[in-house]
């Protein structure tokens, strides 16, 4: 449901119905779902940064997916902050204080 709330409201049937087609498509050519920061942009919006993203390649993607989803994740994550006084703050680049992530090769 999370998922949903953040995605918009809007309800045009056309632009639904492309979403779903070009979401399709773009599974189909990379192998994986389409991954987008959308912090409450509308449908429309998602729709043009779906269409352009299909013309990159896998590589481009996937790394873009990913960083999509680490925002997703930093998001939510400051969002429950707010809501969980016990949460540990993030770092001014995102991360948890003692996360070795960056400079260490990526390994914990």
Do not use: C, W
């Amino acid at each position: 449901m999370r998922s949903a709330n953040e995605q918009g409201t809007e309800e045009d049937p056309a632009v639904l119905s492309e979403l779903a087609r070009l979401n399709q498509a773009y599974e189909d050519r990379f192998g994986f779902r389409f991954v987008v920061f959308v912090k409450s942009r509308p449908r429309s919006e998602i729709l043009r940064v779906l269409q352009q993203r299909l013309n990159r390649t896998r590589d481009q993607e996937l790394s873009t997916a990913i960083n999509d989803l680490v925002s997703i994740a930093e998001d939510r994550y400051r969002r429950g902050a707010l809501n969980d006084p016990l949460t540990p703050p993030l770092s001014p680049e995102g991360r948890e204080h003692g996360d070795r992530r960056k400079g260490n090769g990526g390994h914990r």
